[in-house]
C-alpha cells in the first residue's frame, strides 16, 4: 500500500486548491492517508502558524472550515480508489470536489498541532465509477475535539477544467 498522501497523485491541473493543492505555493497543503483502510478511518496532521489566529492563541475558524473540507475530499479520493480497487495515480484521474459542507465549532482550537480524523460513511457508484462519498471529519487538538464536520464530495470529470 502507498503512504503518500492522495493528493500527492492529483494531476497538475487539478492540484492548485488553496487547502490542498501542492502546486499552490501560498496553500495549506493539507495531506491525507489511511488510518485504517479497513475500518474507513483517515487521518490528516496540520500545524497551523502563528499568522492562522482569531483570537491571539486561538486558530480561525475559516481554517479549521479549509482544513475539514479538505481532509473530506481527500478522503473521499482515498475511498474511490478503495472501492475501485484502484492503485494512486490510475487513469482516469480520481479527484473529488465538495457539494456540501457542514461545520460545527464545539470547543475553541488552541494554536497547536491539529489532527483531522476522517471516517467514511457512504460511498455512491455509477456506471462503474465512484460518483459521490460522504466523509465525517473532527479536529483535534492534543486529544481533544474542537470542531466536526460533515463533507460530500462528488467525482470531477475528467474534462473539468479543459477549456
Known amino acids: 500500500m502507498d503512504t503518500r498522501p492522495i493528493q500527492d497523485f492529483y494531476p497538475d491541473q487539478w492540484a492548485h486548491c488553496y487547502g490542498c493543492g501542492r502546486l499552490n505555493a501560498h496553500g495549506l497543503h493539507v495531506q491525507s492517508r489511511w488510518l485504517d483502510e479497513s475500518t474507513g478511518t483517515t487521518i ?21 472550515a479549509s482544513l475539514i473540507d479538505c481532509h473530506g475530499i481527500g478522503s473521499a479520493a482515498l475511498a474511490a480508489h478503495r472501492a475501485e480497487s484502484r492503485e494512486f495515480g490510475s487513469e482516469p484521474p480520481v479527484r473529488f470536489v465538495t457539494a456540501s459542507l457542514h461545520v460545527d465549532y464545539r470547543h475553541p482550537t488552541p494554536l497547536t ?48 477544467g479543459q477549456g
Open 113 to 160: 498541532d491539529l489532527e483531522a480524523i476522517g471516517t467514511i460513511v457512504d460511498v455512491s457508484a455509477r456506471d462503474g465509477r465512484t460518483h459521490k462519498v460522504i466523509v465525517d471529519v473532527v479536529v483535534l487538538a492534543g486529544g481533544r475535539e474542537c470542531v466536526r464536520g460533515h463533507v460530500v464530495g462528488v467525482l470531477v470529470p475528467p474534462h473539468f
Open 44 to 64: 490528516s496532521h496540520f500545524t497551523p502558524a502563528e499568522y492562522h489566529v482569531a483570537l491571539p492563541g486561538f486558530v480561525y475558524g475559516g481554517l479549521l
